[in-house]
C-alpha cells in the first residue's frame, strides 16, 4: 500500500502544481487513498520531496531528482557566464575566469561530479584542479570546451 501511494504521490506532484501537504493530502483522498496528514508528512520526508518556487512566487512540491535537473543546467550557466580559458600542465587543468568568478565556477564544476577531477581549488580569477591523469585532463578539456562553446 505504501508503494502505491508513494507511487501515486510522484504521478500528483509531476502533473499538478502542489503547494502544500494539506493540498496533497485531498488529491490523494480523490484518487481513493485513505490517508492522514501524518501519513503524507511522513512520506514527504521520507521520499525526500523538496519545494521549488514557481511562476507568480508560488511554491510546489518536486523530487530531489527534479531539482538536480535544474541546478545542472544553473551549474552549467555560471560555467559558461565565468569562463575565460584553460590550458593544462599535465595533470593540472588551470581554468581562468571573470574576475571574482572563480569560486562560482569551480562550485559548479565540483557540482557536476566529474569523476577524473580529484579536486579542485580557486582564487580570484583562476581555478585549479588536479586530474587522474594527463589523458583524462584532455578528454575533460574536451568536454568542457563543448560545454562553453554551446
Do not use: P, W
Not at 493540498?23 to 519545494?51: N, P, Y
Amino acid at each position: 500500500m505504501k508503494t502505491k501511494r508513494q507511487s501515486k504521490i510522484l504521478e500528483l506532484i509531476r502533473k499538478n502544481d502542489i503547494e502544500t501537504q494539506e493540498e496533497l493530502l485531498a488529491h490523494l483522498l480523490k484518487d481513493g487513498f485513505a490517508v492522514t496528514q501524518a501519513t503524507v508528512s511522513r512520506d514527504i520526508r521520507e521520499m525526500k520531496l523538496t519545494k521549488v518556487s514557481v511562476n507568480g512566487g508560488k511554491q510546489k512540491y518536486t523530487t530531489l531528482n527534479d531539482t538536480t535537473e535544474d541546478l545542472s543546467e544553473k551549474y552549467v550557466r555560471v560555467l559558461r557566464d565565468g569562463f575565460v580559458s584553460m590550458d593544462m600542465a599535465q595533470n593540472i587543468l588551470v581554468i581562468k575566469t571573470v574576475s571574482g568568478m572563480a569560486g562560482a565556477v569551480c562550485a559548479s564544476l565540483d557540482a557536476m561530479s566529474i569523476h577524473e577531477i580529484v579536486g579542485s581549488i580557486a582564487g580570484d580569477d583562476t581555478i585549479m584542479c588536479a586530474i587522474r591523469t594527463t589523458e583524462d585532463t584532455i578528454a575533460i578539456m574536451k568536454r568542457l570546451r563543448k560545454i562553453v562553446e554551446q
